[in-house]
Nanobody, 116 residues
């Protein structure tokens, strides 16, 4: 079974930066797409950023220009660098992976809190 483990969350002031990591228990080279989602209390989980096996990236409009998703296939890890953080970025951030056969996996989540 595939496991995804997020790390790097914490408390930061507005305008600051945090870097999140998602470590997978298998090679991420064979995942069709990996990404980051987030969920704030009382709200639906929303897409933040994705990266395909070919390196194509996609970002939510709300984080475009501030967040950067990347991957290191040798380390089986996907990253999310978050700069210029805003209080509205506060949420639990989840790692997600999709296979070519249609399976989907989720991490446990890591809390990101941005203070004013």
């Amino acid at each position: 079974q595939v496991q995804l483990v997020e790390s790097g969350g914490g408390l930061v002031q507005a305008g600051g930066s945090l870097g999140l990591s998602c470590a997978a228990s298998r090679t991420i080279f064979n995942f069709r797409r990996m990404g980051w989602y987030r969920q704030a209390p009382g709200k639906q989980r929303e897409l933040v950023a994705t990266i395909t096996s070919g390196g194509s990236t996609n970002y939510a409009d709300s984080v475009e220009g501030r967040f950067t998703i990347s991957r290191d296939n040798a380390k089986n890890t996907v990253y999310l660098q978050m700069d210029s953080l805003k209080p509205e970025d506060t949420a639990v951030y989840y790692c997600n992976a999709r296979t070519y056969s249609g399976a989907e996996y989720w991490g446990q989540g890591t809390q990101v809190t941005v203070s004013s």
